[in-house]
């Protein structure tokens, strides 16, 4: 198992259902070092799946008195791939390391 940050529709139950085809169980933990900004969503999936025509994104701010929190799931290799095909073009993922320590995968603003 790895673990997958989420700080937004990732983390809704629908989301979930539908791209990895069960719910996920996770911790609550925090990212220091980031920003949240919005993006604008037009992939017509993944706006049905979220509901949503903004997500959030992390921005890269190297501050550490910046804060996201969030959810990290523990997921599969298969279910990371299947959370890439989620996420628009506009993410990639990369890894990071958490207040708890944990080290896992985020989504950035490309």
């Known amino acids: ?7 937004g529709t990732l983390q809704k ?4 259902l539908e791209t990895f085809g069960r719910l996920l169980e996770g911790e609550k933990d ?4 980031y920003q949240l900004h ?5 992939d017509p999936e993944v706006l049905r799946k979220s ?3 903004y997500h959030p994104v992390l921005k890269f701010s190297g501050n550490d008195n910046d804060h996201i929190e969030g959810v990290l799931f523990e997921v599969t290799e298969a279910e990371i791939l299947q959370a890439d095909e989620y996420e628009v073009d ?3 993922r ?10 896992g995968f985020i989504y950035v603003g490309k």
């Open 38 to 42: 919005m993006l604008e969503i037009t």
């Open 51 to 53: 509901g949503q025509k």
């Open 94 to 103: 990369i890894e990071a390391i958490f207040k708890s320590g944990k080290k």
């Open 30 to 33: 925090i990212l220091s070092g």
């Open 13 to 16: 139950e629908q989301v979930q």
């Open 90 to 92: 506009d993410y990639k």
């Open 1 to 7: 198992m790895v673990y997958l940050f989420s700080y």
